[in-house]
Structure formats: structure tokens, C-alpha cells
T-cell receptor, first 113, second 118 residues
Framework: SQTIHQWPATLVQPVGSPLSLECTVE??????LYWYRQAAGRGLQLLFY??????ISSEVPQNLSASRPQDRQFILSSKKLLLSDSGFYLC????????????FGPGTRLTVT | AQTVTQSQPEMSVQEAETVTLSCTYD???????LFWYKQPPSRQMILVIR??????QNATENRFSVNFQKAAKSFSLKISDSQLGDAAMYFC???????????????FGTGTRLTIIP
């Protein structure tokens, strides 16, 4: 069966510090991968998605970036965090074939102080 | 572009009763997929149910069922025999069946917060 891992689970970082969130999927090959952000009590905002190594689509222009160094690894980064980067970050994966449902990781709660 | 609308920000239901959450969507496509996700206080997103647009039969998963009205572009979720563990944020989502780069994503509604009253 497939599993998706995210770490860290919780992170507190000062403004201006770098960020690296990691997401890894097990038990499947060639998944589509997604990064979402969710503010408290709000909906999901798609940040990036990837259909393969080196193929990253950015949905929201900001100081975040994403990379996919391996087939089942997706990394969300920032060189300098802003207060507005605080939130709950969710990674998800889906098969490339239908029906395309996405499966989510447990999330990372990021607080920028 | 497709849009998904959940017009009920909050709903409440007595335990053991039935509740229906509304979702409408806008698309010009004929083939697509619709989903309901549940996000409990742990904030883990859990897939509840899926509906393929080409299927006329409404999907059912135990106490969860949908009322899919393709012509009306409506996709409501019915929860029967509500339980305390059903308390969560529920999100409706749309996915195109066209697998071009740029369509490889879900469009989510803004969510409905469901409270279960003991």
C-alpha cells in the first residue's frame, strides 16, 4: 500500500530564516505531487505541483520554491521566510491515471515568528 | 476555468440524524471527477467519496452518499446516522479528465464546517 510522509510535523522559525519541508511517497511510482498551504479555518491554496522530475508548476508567485530531486520526493523551500508564510502545509500525491484522487500527508504546521 | 462553490460555511446536525452538504461547480467539460474530502481537527485530509461524471449512479460509501445532478452541476454529500467522529471540515473538489499539463490538479471549494450535536 502507498504511504506519504511529511516532516517536520511542527516548525517554528524566525522571519528571514530559510525553510525546507520534505515530502516522500512510498509504494508507488511516477506519482503527481502537490504542495498546498492552508491558513487556520480556511481552504486549501495550491502552491506547486509536479508531474515528474524537473517538472514543477508554480501556482502562486511568492518567496517559496519547490523541487523534485527524486521521483517520490518533493521539497518546499524558502530562502527567507516572511510572517505571511505561517500556515499548515500539506503534501499530496495522485496517480497519473484516472480517477486522479489525491492522497494527503499529515501536514506540517509552520509558525514564523 | 472551473470553479467549485460550497455555499454553507457551517452546518450542524444532531447525532444519529442525517445531514446534506451542498456543492455546485461550473465547467464546460463533459468528463470529470468529483470528490468529497473530510478534514477533522487533526487536519489530515481524508478522501470520503468519489464520483465519475460518466456514471449516472450515485456513489455510496457506508453512511456517506452523494446526489450527483450533472445537468444542474450539483454534487451534494449526505451523511446518514451522523456520529461524533463526523465532525470536521468538508471540502468538495473537481478534477478534469483531460490530462494535459495544467489540468493535473484539483479545484477545491471553500469548505463546510460540520458540527455534530450530542
Amino acid at each position: 500500500s502507498q504511504t506519504i510522509h511529511q516532516w517536520p510535523a511542527t516548525l517554528v522559525q524566525p522571519v528571514g530564516s530559510p525553510l525546507s519541508l520534505e515530502c516522500t511517497v512510498e509504494g508507488t511510482s511516477n506519482p503527481n505531487l502537490y504542495w498546498y498551504r492552508q491558513a487556520a479555518g480556511r481552504g486549501l491554496q495550491l502552491l506547486f505541483y509536479s508531474v515528474g522530475i524537473g517538472q514543477i508548476s508554480s501556482e502562486v508567485p511568492q518567496n517559496l520554491s519547490a523541487s523534485r530531486p527524486q521521483d517520490r520526493q518533493f521539497i518546499l523551500s524558502s530562502k527567507k521566510l516572511l510572517l505571511s508564510d505561517s500556515g499548515f502545509y500539506l503534501c499530496a500525491w495522485s496517480h497519473r491515471a484516472p480517477p486522479h484522487e489525491q492522497y494527503f500527508g499529515p501536514g506540517t504546521r509552520l509558525t514564523v515568528t | 476555468a472551473q470553479t467549485v462553490t460550497q455555499s454553507q460555511p457551517e452546518m450542524s446536525v444532531q447525532e444519529a440524524e442525517t445531514v446534506t452538504l451542498s456543492c455546485t461547480y461550473d465547467t464546460s467539460e463533459s468528463d470529470y471527477y468529483l470528490f468529497w474530502y473530510k478534514q477533522p481537527p487533526s487536519r489530515q485530509m481524508i478522501l470520503v467519496i468519489r464520483q465519475e461524471a460518466y456514471k449516472q449512479q450515485n456513489a455510496t460509501e457506508n453512511r456517506f452518499s452523494v446526489n450527483f445532478q450533472k445537468a444542474a452541476k450539483s454534487f451534494s454529500l449526505k451523511i446518514s446516522d451522523s456520529q461524533l467522529g463526523d465532525a470536521a471540515m468538508y471540502f468538495c473538489a473537481y478534477r478534469s479528465d483531460i490530462s494535459n499539463f495544467g489540468n493535473e490538479k484539483l479545484t477545491f471549494g471553500t469548505g463546510t464546517r460540520l458540527t455534530i450535536i450530542p
